[in-house]
């Protein structure tokens, strides 16, 4: 059992408290803004039974995981004795600046200092600290109780020890940490899904294919592979010979259609009109919370099914 820091308790503070303390941690929330760990346990309270009713709690009852969180006013409280702050306050660089100054500061020096920054290089806030070599970026995905992926991104002075310690970790709280060797803008899961997202684009705006076709394109078809295998291991699968024979056999094809895949699209363009009509037509904006709701609900179901599936069929 470790003691946990939640630093910024909004949408990805709150949800990170869910993945500590179901993994048997003990979780404190902290927040610059005083009534957010409170509001933040609130929504928690709601959350969980959900949870438990997918078989999502390791067979613990909510109470049980509530039982391991707490909220403090004051940070050096929700610092004492901490092994690893999960930070996860605003996307601005002047606020990352200041907080890590803080905490750097005022947590254990073998406390792990990690960030949730979606887009921030992890040397561009913490060069100048005393306890630079323990910090790192923890970067999940949106809810991440419910997507085992976390990239874990070193600044060039991140020790090799403190990289260790937080694959660890995140194993241990039932992550799938992506160990990056250094750190480059967009890490790796952005930088996936911007290219799908630029080609995406292009299709559209080049007049070749529908929105929607494009969409199915993924949901009923690459995607339904991709929630079980990545890239690399779907063409192994997918050639007799496994990843050679298939780069031998179908590589031209790549090489043909690469120089029209570069042609940059705007994305703010005529096409985006075309985008937001059509998406609109399908879901007035007036429903896109209701559809959020679902979408989280369907999330769920699908984090239900891969954990029987790892057991019943194996991963
Ligand atoms: N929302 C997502 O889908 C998502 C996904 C991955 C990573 N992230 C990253 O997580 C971080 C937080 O994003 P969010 O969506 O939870 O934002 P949010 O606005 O929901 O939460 C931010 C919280 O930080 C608090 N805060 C502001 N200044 C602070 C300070 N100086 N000290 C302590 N707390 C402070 C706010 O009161 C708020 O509760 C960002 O870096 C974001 O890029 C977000």
Same mark, same amino acid.
């Given at each position: 059992m470790a003691n946990v820091a939640i630093i910024g308790s909004g949408f990805i503070g709150r949800a990170w408290a869910i993945s500590y303390a179901r993994a048997g941690h003990k979780v404190c929330l902290w927040d610059a803004d005083g009534p957010a760990p409170a509001a933040a !346990?609130?929504?928690?309270?709601? @959350? +969980?039974?959900?949870l438990a009713a997918n078989d999502l709690l390791n067979g613990e009852e909510p109470a049980a995981v509530r039982a391991r969180m707490s909220s403090a006013t004051? +940070? &050096? %409280?929700a610092l004492d004795g901490v092994d690893h702050v999960q930070e996860n306050t605003p996307e601005n660089l002047a606020? &990352?600046?200041e907080v890590f100054?803080? !905490?750097?500061?005022?947590?254990?020096?073998?406390?792990? !200092?990690?960030s949730s920054t979606s887009a921030l290089l992890p040397s561009s806030f913490t060069e100048n600290l005393k306890g630079r070599a323990r910090c790192l970026v923890v970067h999940p995905i949106n809810p991440p109780y419910l997507v085992p992926a976390v990239e874990v991104v070193p600044a060039p002075w991140t020790s090799d020890e403190a990289m260790a310690r937080t694959r660890d970790f995140m194993i241990s709280a039932g992550h799938a940490p992506i160990v990056m060797k250094q750190e480059l803008d967009g890490? @790796?899961?952005n930088r996936m899904q911007g290219a799908l997202l630029e080609e995406a684009f292009r299709l559209v705006a080049n007049g070749y294919a529908s929105i929607e076709d494009v969409d199915i394109g993924i949901r009923e078809g690459l995607a339904l592979r991709w929630s079980f295998m990545g890239p690399f291991e779907t063409i192994d699968l997918n050639a007799p010979g496994g990843v050679r024979d298939y780069v031998e056999r179908y590589q031209s094809i790549y090489s043909r259609i690469h120089p029209s895949m570069m042609e940059r699209v705007d994305?703010?363009?005529?096409? +985006?009109?075309? @985008?937001?009509r059509d998406r609109r037509e399908r879901l007035p904006e007036d =429903? +896109? %919370?209701? =559809? %959020?709701?679902w979408r989280d609900r369907r999330l769920m179901a699908l984090a239900a099914h891969k954990r029987r599936a790892d057991k019943d069929i194996g991963n």
């Open positions: !346990l609130e929504y928690i309270e709601g @959350v +969980l039974p959900e004051d +940070l &050096k %409280q606020v &990352k600046l100054a803080m !905490l750097d500061e005022a947590a254990p020096d073998t406390a792990i !200092l990690a890490f @790796v899961m994305w703010a363009g005529p096409v +985006l009109d075309e @985008v937001e =429903r +896109l %919370q209701d =559809r %959020q709701v």
